[in-house]
């Protein structure tokens, strides 16, 4: 079975722009995270995802925001970009009930300029 | 807010040999649970261990095992007979089991472990 795809792998964009990151889960999982990862720190929680609604949402502006679609994929979009978004942007699915495992994709390198 | 603390930013170990990784957790919650996640530089997270923290018996899984202390909220990582490919970022993770933080990873800073040769 494919594990968790993300795309793109790397990015490039200039402050002030507008940015999609792509998630797809697990086939079956139907829950989705989203994670924060600035070089040389631990990943920060961002939103998580369950059947289309929003379940969770840390200290991020409302600049982030995020939607799942029906077939459980899920984007991550960042509005106005700031040099302090550039990060590695992890995602994660895991089963609602049956596991408490979250599985996390390879990330995507965002880099704003 | 629970917090995750990792005191050890880099580690280092000779392979073949024993690396106690450090860990510990800051809650109010009673149901939980406790994981360590490994990052090796292809930048994949990947689960290492996990532990509930209503289980007393430590987790382990072949050369890792955890010596989850639940009074002091502590839960170190042993990893056995390193191998090179040991040789990554090792996250300390919390989760609390249930309610509206259901879901909700918190990380500590990571531990950079190199095992020599």
């Known amino acids: 079975d494919a594990g968790v795809t993300q795309s793109p792998t790397h990015l490039i964009k200039t402050r002030g722009q507008h940015v999609t990151l792509r998630c797809s889960p697990i086939s079956g999982h139907k829950s989705v995270s989203w994670y924060q990862q600035v070089l040389g720190q631990g990943p920060q929680f961002i939103f998580q995802y369950y059947e289309k609604e929003e379940r969770g949402r840390g200290n991020f502006p409302d600049r982030f925001s995020a939607r799942q679609f029906p077939n459980y994929s899920s984007e991550l979009n960042v509005n106005a970009l700031l040099l302090g978004d550039s990060a590695l942007y992890l995602c994660?699915?895991?089963?609602?009930?049956?596991?408490?495992?979250?599985?996390f994709g390879p990330g995507t390198r965002l880099t704003v300029t | 807010a629970q917090t995750v603390t990792q005191s050890q930013p880099e580690m280092s170990v000779q392979e073949a040999e024993t690396v106690t990784l450090s860990c510990t957790y800051d809650?109010?919650?009673?149901?939980?649970?406790l994981f360590w996640y490994k990052q090796p530089p292809s930048r994949q997270m990947i689960l290492v261990i996990r532990?509930?923290?209503?289980?007393?018996q430590n987790a382990t899984e072949n050369r890792f095992s955890v010596n989850f202390q639940k009074a002091a909220k502590s839960f170190s990582l042993k990893i056995s007979d390193s191998q090179l490919g040991d040789t990554a970022m090792y996250f300390c993770?919390?989760?609390?089991?249930?309610?509206?933080?259901?879901?909700?990873?918190?990380f500590g800073q990571g531990t950079i472990l190199t095992v020599h040769p």
């Open positions: 993770a919390f989760e609390h089991a249930g309610g509206t933080s259901y879901g909700k990873l918190t």
């Open positions: 809650t109010s919650e009673s149901n939980y649970y």
């Open positions: 532990q509930e923290a209503y289980k007393q």
């Open positions: 994660a699915s895991r089963e609602w009930d049956s596991s408490y495992e979250q599985y």
